[in-house]
């Protein structure tokens, strides 16, 4: 989800941008900084072909298992593909950095304090059972999401205070705050789910009973964890709409499901399915030698893109008494070679991540000052001293796999925290009796993580702390996760280009024990929530960046997690039947949704 701190409503009285459909001070569009790009009497976004011919079938590749169709609770695992099925009240453009465009709603207003927006339903959207879509369904999917939803959905729309239908079309959401630009826009994702078709369920349950919907394909043949197939509907309400124009083109598209990857691998290039984005940067440098990739049948390219990378990392669970202690969370950094594993097993591809917002203009650097100080300044005496005196940065080797200066600082920094060798070789506590041993937990999806996990296990056995990696399978996993069942795990968390309520979901004090929640870390610092509260209530872009770089400062002394590395790009192979738009969304990669068959 993507969010939103400053907009400027583009309309027939703001703006000069969209003329209302409904009346004066209903508008169609808005955009987070400046004008929408998109203005009145636009016809498609530009990264589409609005010519784009209808047909052929997109066979795609599934992870693991499926055993539900509903994608908004917490239990079982949910299809890929389910966002097919249904819209939102607003729809994203992707290359602007937050701008909202009329979709399910053909119009909104928002109140002058921003403490509230009304949105006009249209007449002509309809479920695909033939009902009309209604602001009953808006009341009733917003209310059913907070209260049996995700955990994420109660932090995200913390400041919802209520949503009340004012007719069968128009219906209007209330803030508990005024000056909140984000809310609006966030409110405007939301994907609306039919009233009637729940009425007689149970929305916390896992379903594999088709449902109804209101978006540009509907489930079709599937097999319980095996197969899916979405059928486009020809006759979809939203078709010619301009923010749908040009889009899911594909009459099919169908995932088939792997448990193993290597299995997955070989599939693809034996043409059972069509695309593959990889992510094991070992294979995309040797793995694709074959064939079909030598005579150009199947096409590998490396697509750059300018997506905030966030941060990947192995994530240190503070609910655990090993990880409470700064010091062994630090030695932990030191005894991480980064350099020499990414050369031993990416081929040097990948960056080191080193920042909570890595590669976009919030990533803080060098030593707090200006704007970012004056943020910092009374938290001083809250915070450590080094967030102020030291400039952070992780640890880093020469490469040569002889890592014997940082292990020693990692070793100097357990001595001087308490921590003694054993007859074992694992440090305990001199005084509490804590011994330093721990459990990576890694889903089998991420089994690749073993081969970066064992020299980094050596490295700390030199340095006294014992690890054991655990492989789980994806059901086990997700349900240890959802109960904080971990001691080690990796994570990522992706940042937008406008960071705003999510934060609250990642790093607040309040989601630390919310089961299910984007705190993996089980982080409760009143400064960090502090600092979330300003960065929701940035008045500028500018102030928005500086708040985020001072967010990310005092996120990176507290040694949380050891970052991992990230790569600015999207590394993808494709079957050469397809075709794509001549000009590449910069946010998003598009295959589903704007590719067409040749």
């Given at each position: 989800?993507?969010?939103?701190?400053?907009?400027?409503?583009?309309?027939?009285?703001?703006?000069?941008?969209?003329?209302?459909?409904?009346?004066?001070?209903?508008?169609?569009?808005?955009?987070?900084?400046?004008?929408?790009?998109?203005?009145?009497?636009?016809?498609?976004?530009?990264?589409?072909?609005?010519?784009?011919?209808?047909?052929?079938?997109?066979?795609?590749?599934?992870?693991?298992?499926?055993?539900?169709?509903?994608?908004?609770?917490?239990?079982?695992?949910?299809?890929?593909?389910?966002?097919?099925?249904?819209?939102?009240?607003?729809?994203?453009?992707?290359?602007?950095?937050?701008?909202?465009?009329?979709?399910?709603?053909?119009?909104?207003?928002?109140?002058?304090?921003?403490?509230?927006?009304?949105?006009?339903?249209?007449?002509?959207?309809?479920?695909?059972?033939?009902?009309?879509?209604?602001?009953?369904?808006?009341?009733?999917?917003?209310?059913?999401?907070?209260?049996?939803?995700?955990?994420?959905?109660?932090?995200?729309?913390?400041?919802?205070?209520?949503?009340?239908?004012?007719?069968?079309?128009?219906?209007?959401?209330?803030?508990?705050?005024?000056?909140?630009?984000?809310?609006?826009?966030?409110?405007?994702?939301?994907?609306?789910?039919?009233?009637?078709?729940?009425?007689?369920?149970?929305?916390?349950?896992?379903?594999?009973e088709k449902p109804v919907t209101s978006g540009p394909y509907r489930i079709g043949d599937f097999t319980q964890g095996r197969t899916i197939t979405y059928e486009r509907v020809a006759d979809w309400w939203g078709a010619d709409l301009p923010v749908y124009k040009g889009r899911y083109n594909f009459d099919e598209i169908v995932y088939e499901y792997y448990r193993d990857q290597d299995v997955s691998l070989q599939a693809f290039f034996s043409g059972e399915f069509d695309f593959r984005q990889e992510y094991t940067a070992k294979l995309w440098a040797t793995g694709y030698?074959?064939?079909?990739?030598?005579?150009?049948?199947?096409?590998?390219?490396?697509?750059?893109?300018?997506?905030?990378?966030?941060?990947?990392?192995?994530?240190?669970?503070?609910?655990?008494?090993?990880?409470?202690?700064?010091?062994?969370?630090?030695?932990?950094?030191?005894?991480?070679?980064?350099?020499?594993?990414?050369?031993?097993?990416?081929?040097?591809?990948?960056?080191?991540?080193?920042?909570?917002?890595?590669?976009?203009?919030?990533?803080?650097?060098?030593?707090?000052?200006?704007?970012?100080?004056?943020?910092?300044?009374?938290?001083?005496?809250?915070?450590?001293?080094?967030?102020?005196?030291?400039?952070?940065?992780?640890?880093?080797?020469?490469?040569?796999?002889?890592?014997?200066?940082?292990?020693?600082?990692?070793?100097?920094?357990?001595?001087?925290?308490?921590?003694?060798?054993?007859?074992?070789?694992?440090?305990?506590?001199?005084?509490?009796?804590?011994?330093?041993?721990?459990?990576?937990?890694?889903?089998?999806?991420?089994?690749?993580?073993?081969?970066?996990?064992?020299?980094?296990?050596?490295?700390?056995?030199?340095?006294?702390?014992?690890?054991?990696?655990?492989?789980?399978?994806?059901?086990?996993?997700?349900?240890?996760?959802?109960?904080?069942?971990?001691?080690?795990?990796?994570?990522?968390?992706?940042?937008?280009?406008?960071?705003?309520?999510?934060?609250?979901?990642?790093?607040?004090?309040?989601?630390?024990?919310?089961?299910?929640?984007?705190?993996?870390?089980?982080?409760?610092?009143?400064?960090?929530?502090?600092?979330?509260?300003?960065?929701?209530?940035?008045?500028?872009?500018?102030?928005?960046?500086?708040?985020?770089?001072?967010?990310?400062?005092?996120?990176?002394?507290?040694?949380?997690?050891?970052?991992?590395?990230?790569?600015?790009?999207?590394?993808?192979?494709?079957?050469?039947?397809?075709?794509?738009?001549?000009?590449?969304?910069?946010?998003?990669?598009?295959?589903?949704?704007?590719?067409?068959?040749k």
């Amino acid at each position: 989800m993507k969010n939103i701190f400053r907009f400027v409503l583009c309309g027939l009285a703001l703006t000069g941008g969209f003329a209302s459909q409904v009346r004066a001070d209903f508008v169609t569009a808005m955009a987070m900084h400046g004008q929408a790009k998109y203005q009145k009497g636009f016809k498609h976004f530009d990264y589409v072909n609005p010519d784009a011919p209808k047909g052929g079938v997109l066979k795609l590749a599934g992870a693991e298992t499926f055993d539900t169709f509903n994608a908004y609770t917490t239990k079982g695992i949910a299809a890929a593909g389910l966002n097919l099925l249904y819209v939102s009240l607003l729809e994203k453009s992707q290359d602007e950095a937050f701008a909202m465009y009329q979709a399910l709603a053909e119009s909104f207003e928002v109140a002058d304090d921003r403490s509230a927006i009304t949105f006009k339903l249209r007449q002509d959207a309809m479920w695909s059972d033939g009902k009309p879509i209604t602001a009953d369904d808006v009341v009733w999917t917003f209310n059913t999401l907070i209260s049996e939803g995700i955990p994420a959905y109660r932090a995200y729309y913390a400041h919802v205070a209520g949503v009340e239908a004012l007719d069968e079309r128009t219906v209007k959401f209330t803030f508990d705050v005024t000056g909140n630009a984000e809310l609006p826009l966030i409110v405007g994702e939301l994907t609306i789910l039919p009233k009637h078709y729940w009425a007689d369920k149970d929305f916390t349950a896992t379903t594999l009973e088709k449902p109804v919907t209101s978006g540009p394909y509907r489930i079709g043949d599937f097999t319980q964890g095996r197969t899916i197939t979405y059928e486009r509907v020809a006759d979809w309400w939203g078709a010619d709409l301009p923010v749908y124009k040009g889009r899911y083109n594909f009459d099919e598209i169908v995932y088939e499901y792997y448990r193993d990857q290597d299995v997955s691998l070989q599939a693809f290039f034996s043409g059972e399915f069509d695309f593959r984005q990889e992510y094991t940067a070992k294979l995309w440098a040797t793995g694709y030698d074959v064939p079909a990739v030598k005579k150009g049948n199947i096409v590998k390219k490396l697509i750059d893109n300018d997506l905030p990378q966030g941060m990947q990392g192995f994530v240190l669970n503070l609910r655990r008494p090993i990880f409470q202690d700064k010091a062994v969370r630090k030695a932990m950094n030191y005894a991480f070679d980064f350099e020499w594993s990414n050369k031993q097993f990416a081929y040097d591809a990948y960056t080191r991540s080193r920042s909570y917002f890595s590669n976009s203009e919030m990533e803080s650097t060098g030593l707090p000052e200006g704007r970012e100080l004056e943020i910092l300044e009374p938290f001083r005496d809250q915070l450590p001293a080094a967030v102020f005196t030291q400039a952070f940065e992780v640890p880093a080797s020469d490469g040569t796999g002889k890592n014997r200066s940082n292990l020693r600082v990692a070793a100097l920094l357990l001595d001087e925290a308490g921590y003694v060798v054993g007859d074992d070789g694992i440090r305990v506590h001199r005084e509490t009796g804590e011994r330093l041993s721990f459990e990576f937990l890694v889903a089998n999806t991420n089994a690749a993580f073993e081969r970066w996990f064992g020299p980094y296990k050596k490295n700390l056995q030199r340095i006294g702390i014992e690890g054991n990696m655990k492989i789980v399978d994806a059901s086990q996993y997700v349900n240890r996760i959802i109960a904080f069942d971990y001691d080690m795990i990796v994570q990522n968390w992706g940042q937008s280009l406008s960071p705003g309520n999510e934060q609250r979901e990642y790093w607040g004090s309040d989601r630390a024990e919310a089961s299910g929640s984007r705190n993996y870390i089980g982080l409760k610092d009143p400064v960090v929530d502090a600092l979330i509260e300003e960065i929701v209530s940035a008045p500028t872009r500018e102030e928005l960046v500086v708040r985020c770089r001072a967010l990310d400062r005092v996120l990176q002394h507290g040694w949380y997690v050891v970052p991992n590395w990230h790569i600015p790009a999207w590394r993808i192979a494709y079957w050469d039947k397809f075709e794509m738009p001549a000009q590449q969304a910069p946010y998003d990669l598009g295959i589903v949704d704007t590719w067409w068959a040749k």
